[in-house]
């Protein structure tokens, strides 16, 4: 990329979230990644590339390592002329969400991450003249804590994200609360998986997307946005699954185009061989915990008819779900047992601020910050060095629980032969796909205190809503079948 010939003109708004911008090159296989910081907050353009750098370093020395070189692409740091940054955000303003707008893009520094882009096929650095679908999810923590630490026992029964979604309805974020659940994801068993795909596409929120040739067609901004229109998602998918044009349009059409899309996502999330460094982390305590959330909605139908869920298949130690698991699972006291353990390195910083550098807190994310990740022992002997371990290894799981993973389909050609990439099929075509990872910044130390408290919160308000609700449903059917057996004794 040439940043001296740069032209605003080149570039389009693709989506933000909350500390960056992105930006799609109209040709090339690229975007432009800003920064984003409240309007009162300046940083000096040294700090905002060390910001970039560490990002790169990370994706690199820690998230590649755990997750394989073929799902993460670092990018690099470029500087770009400071006219063409101010002229492109004044050119996107409007594209922007409204809700996201409390965050000005970094106009001041000139610098931003260049990278693939990843809504297509990751083996081109020019956009193909065939048609690209792209899917973005956004599968949050898959497991339920599994801690001793945990003090309320509804944490061990109820996965985060579902007792998440009630607060986040309550507080005017969602209009509706989602039947997906985390867990029906990340079990491996096709049922669940389906289920939990069908209730993305059903209540996106912010967990799903979907791009046709780079350009947003299936997605939910904020709560502001329309009724999810399966009739015109059907419209845009159904040449890429039906293209002999043979189904007709109407609902059942609609149905089966949707349940294709289900059933490719679901073989390309249980496909693949990259060999990540997460087998390091097998030593570990495993996948524990119930296997199943209470609070699914498919959990709950199949209880209602007297049966029992699936149990998680497993995921095959290939995949890139399998992976992300376990690197979610570094987590493994709780922010309930991680806290305590942050207020040690906190009072020792303050002891001895000028130690924050040797500590790595701030970085390098180098070999030797990845090497200590992969102590898993849970016996806290009392020192800093223990506690400092625990916190790095809650930073990085976070992250996890909080990364997309961007899956790009484009049909085969007649004569794929040639085609070095991988394959997934589907009824009546086949796929060349490509799947990659992002949103792997490493969670800042200073929003530890703010889980803390936002895990309480999201708790409580289950607690004293959902659960107080459901026990009062349940009551009122004891003393319904009491009435009953008073009915029906013998004459």
Not at 38 to 66: A, C, W, Y
Request: glycine letters at 6%; proline letters at 5%.
């Amino acid at each position: 990329m040439d940043e001296g010939k740069m032209d605003e003109n080149e570039w389009g708004y693709h989506g933000e979230g909350n500390k960056s911008l992105v930006v799609a090159h109209a040709q090339r296989c690229v975007v432009l990644r800003f920064l984003k910081f409240p309007p009162n907050r300046k940083k000096t353009s040294e700090e905002i590339f060390q910001h970039l750098q560490n990002i790169v370093d990370f994706g690199k020395n820690v998230m590649k390592e755990f997750l394989g070189e073929n799902y993460v692409h670092c990018g690099e740091v470029v500087q770009l002329p400071l006219d063409f940054v101010k002229q492109l955000c004044l050119k996107i303003q409007c594209e922007r969400p409204e809700s996201r707008c409390d965050k000005d893009l970094d106009t001041l520094s000139g610098y931003a991450l260049c990278l693939p882009n990843l809504a297509r096929l990751q083996t081109y650095r020019f956009a193909e003249h065939r048609p690209i679908l792209c899917v973005e999810i956004k599968p949050k923590c898959g497991f339920i804590p599994f801690s001793s630490d945990v003090t309320h026992e509804m944490k061990h029964k109820v996965c985060r994200y579902c007792m998440h979604q009630h607060l986040k309805v309550a507080t005017g974020k969602w209009k509706q609360i989602s039947k997906y659940c985390p867990l029906d994801l990340y079990s491996g068993n096709k049922q669940r998986m389906y289920f939990a795909l069908k209730s993305l596409l059903q209540e996106a929120q912010n967990n799903l997307k979907i791009f046709k040739n780079g350009e947003l067609i299936y997605g939910c901004k904020d709560a502001r946005s329309p009724v999810a229109d399966w009739s015109e998602l059907a419209h845009h998918l159904k040449p890429f699954f039906f293209p002999s044009n043979g189904l007709a349009s109407g609902p059942h059409c609609t149905r089966a185009v949707i349940r294709e899309l289900v059933r490719v996502i679901t073989r390309v999330l249980l496909s693949g061989s990259d060999k990540g460094r997460a087998g390091a982390l097998r030593s570990g305590p495993g996948l524990r915990g119930p296997p199943v959330c209470e609070a699914s909605p498919f959990s709950r139908s199949l209880r209602c008819q007297g049966k029992n869920t699936p149990e998680r298949s497993g995921l095959p130690k290939g995949c890139l779900l399998y992976k992300t698991l376990q690197v979610q699972m570094l987590d493994l006291l709780d922010i309930e047992g991680l806290y305590p353990l942050y207020r040690r390195v906190e009072r020792y910083l303050e002891e001895f601020p000028e130690q924050r550098k040797t500590l790595q807190i701030d970085g390098p994310y180098d070999e030797a910050f990845y090497q200590r990740l992969l102590d898993l022992s849970t016996e806290d002997d009392g020192t800093v060095a223990f506690a400092l371990t625990k916190v790095q290894q809650y930073r990085v799981a976070m992250t996890a629980k909080d990364c997309s993973i961007m899956i790009a389909l484009s049909p085969c050609l007649q004569d794929a032969s040639s085609d070095q990439r991988p394959i997934v099929p589907s009824s009546r075509s086949r796929f060349a796909f490509s799947v990659s990872v992002l949103d792997l910044d490493l969670k800042p130390y200073e929003s530890i205190p703010h889980q803390y408290k936002l895990d309480g919160k999201i708790v409580n308000y289950y607690l004293k809503t959902v659960h107080a609700k459901d026990a009062t449903v349940m009551s009122t059917r004891f003393k319904e079948s009491e009435d009953c057996t008073l009915v029906l004794h013998k004459v």
